[in-house]
């Protein structure tokens, strides 16, 4: 099949379907449109990107990465079923409610944080470096005493 032949295949479909949806007239597919679809379908419906990548014969990942649109909706979605998976997987107590005294707890945790440095990156819960850090002390500050 020639490319001419491939071209006016896509031309036709695209004008019969402008027939039944006109918001199509107009529209344009070239044949590699249909790679870039073809890539967003894959990972977009739980492909790992570099199996996608291989079928669609990639060297290189940010190739596959450029061709797959991702849409706020389906990382939302994807988020959303990774967590239904994970929880599936894991012990129901560890999703309980935090108790009052956690919550309150939990966001002291956070306000502490909040030193000039900005948020330190530490786990819930662990001893930080930054929380008795001496402002004065700091390099480019002057010391106060």
Same mark, same amino acid.
């Given at each position: 099949?020639?490319?001419?032949?491939?071209?006016?295949?896509?031309?036709?479909?695209?004008?019969?379907?402008?027939?039944?949806?006109?918001? $199509?007239?107009?529209?344009?597919?070239?044949?590699?449109? $249909?790679?870039?679809? $073809?890539? #967003?379908?894959?990972?977009?419906?739980?492909?790992?990107?570099?199996?996608?990548?291989?079928?669609?014969?990639?060297?290189?990942?940010? #190739?596959?990465?450029? /061709?797959?649109?991702? $849409?706020?909706?389906?990382?939302?979605?994807? /988020?959303?079923?990774?967590?239904?998976?994970?929880?599936?997987?894991?012990?129901?107590?560890? /999703?309980?409610?935090? #108790?009052?005294?956690?919550?309150?707890?939990?966001?002291?945790?956070?306000?502490?944080?909040?030193?000039?440095?900005?948020?330190?990156?530490?786990? /819930?819960?662990?001893?930080?470096?930054?929380?008795?850090?001496?402002?004065?002390?700091?390099?480019?500050?002057?010391?106060?005493?």
């Amino acid at each position: 099949m020639s490319a001419t032949t491939v071209w006016r295949m896509i031309k036709r479909a695209c004008d019969a379907l402008a027939v039944t949806h006109p918001q $199509f007239k107009g529209v344009k597919f070239a044949p590699h449109d $249909f790679r870039r679809l $073809f890539a #967003t379908e894959l990972v977009n419906n739980g492909l790992p990107i570099h199996i996608g990548a291989a079928l669609l014969g990639h060297l290189d990942i940010r #190739t596959t990465r450029g /061709y797959v649109a991702v $849409f706020d909706e389906d990382v939302i979605n994807q /988020y959303q079923q990774f967590l239904a998976r994970r929880r599936a997987e894991r012990p129901q107590d560890e /999703y309980r409610e935090p #108790t009052a005294e956690e919550w309150n707890d939990f966001q002291q945790h956070f306000d502490k944080r909040r030193v000039e440095l900005g948020s330190c990156g530490r786990p /819930y819960g662990t001893s930080c470096a930054h929380e008795h850090a001496c402002f004065s002390e700091l390099p480019g500050r002057p010391v106060i005493r």
